[in-house]
T-cell receptor
Framework: EPEVTQTPSHQVTQMGQEVILRCVPISNHLYFYWYRQILGQKVEFLVSFYNNEISEKSEIFDDQFSVERPDGSNFTLKIRSTKLEDSAMYFC????????????FGDGTRLSIL | QKEVEQNSGPLSVPEGAIASLNCTYSDRVSQSFFWYRQYSGKSPELIMSIYSNGDKEDGRFTAQLNKASQYVSLLIRDSQPSDSATYLCAVNGAGNMLTFGGGTRLMVKP
């Protein structure tokens, strides 16, 4: 069964450094998402992406964050200058075409900021 | 502020019993509702989706939706120890972004 893949599984970074989290969505999906989950808290929406542009973003997704689809398969989340509070699990999700399809999640990247 | 509320639990049921998980949501215009299962340290895994009022059954799982009451539930029949996990209710909003509840931790005791 097709799946969303994320790399790396765990990223440890010094505060203030840039990180790029990578995702390969399911191949025929057109909608892409990033969510995060701080340990012990809810899964929170960050950003949605469709047709090579951001369609929605949350208050969390400030100027330190950016997303990109650099080629036909990858979807990346960049955090420019990481803060301690960016430590969380980051999940990529993708969705096929059609109203209200379910989103399928990757295994996540655990980001630890030191 | 769109809210999705769940009892955090833990909900403890004996093996073979029915587990009943509940969720309420605040946004009346929501159209799509999902249940995800999340094992500790893992990603959300889709269990059920439901879009119209009433019941939807898939194997041991039944999702129930009542839009007038803004209420979604998940029933798990013949609960197994492997069903022990956190169950996340998610509601679809603008741009198909999902708003998640905090999850209900289910423990199925052998």
């Amino acid at each position: 069964e097709p799946e969303v893949t994320q790399t790396p599984s765990h990223q440890v970074t010094q505060m203030g450094q840039e990180v790029i989290l990578r995702c390969v969505p399911i191949s025929n999906h057109l909608y892409f998402y990033w969510y995060r989950q701080i340990l012990g808290q809810k899964v929170e929406f960050l950003v949605s992406f469709y047709n090579n542009e951001i369609s929605e973003k949350s208050e969390i997704f400030d100027d330190q964050f950016s997303v990109e689809r650099p080629d036909g398969s990858n979807f990346t989340l960049k955090i420019r200058s990481t803060k301690l509070e960016d430590s969380a699990m980051y999940f990529c999700a993708s969705m096929g075409q059609g109203a209200s399809q379910p989103q399928h999640f990757g295994d996540g990247t655990r980001l630890s900021i030191l | 502020q769109k809210e999705v509320e769940q009892n955090s639990g833990p909900l403890s049921v004996p093996e073979g019993a029915i587990a009943s998980l509940n969720c309420t949501y605040s946004d009346r215009v929501s159209q799509s509702f999902f249940w995800y299962r999340q094992y500790s340290g893992k990603s959300p895994e889709l269990i059920m989706s439901i879009y119209s009022n009433g019941d939807k059954e898939d194997g041991r799982f039944t999702a129930q939706l009542n839009k007038a009451s803004q209420y979604v539930s998940l029933l798990i029949r013949d609960s197994q120890p492997s069903d022990s996990a956190t169950y996340l209710c998610a509601v679809n909003g603008a741009g198909n972004m999902l708003t998640f509840g905090g999850g209900t931790r289910l423990m199925v005791k052998p």
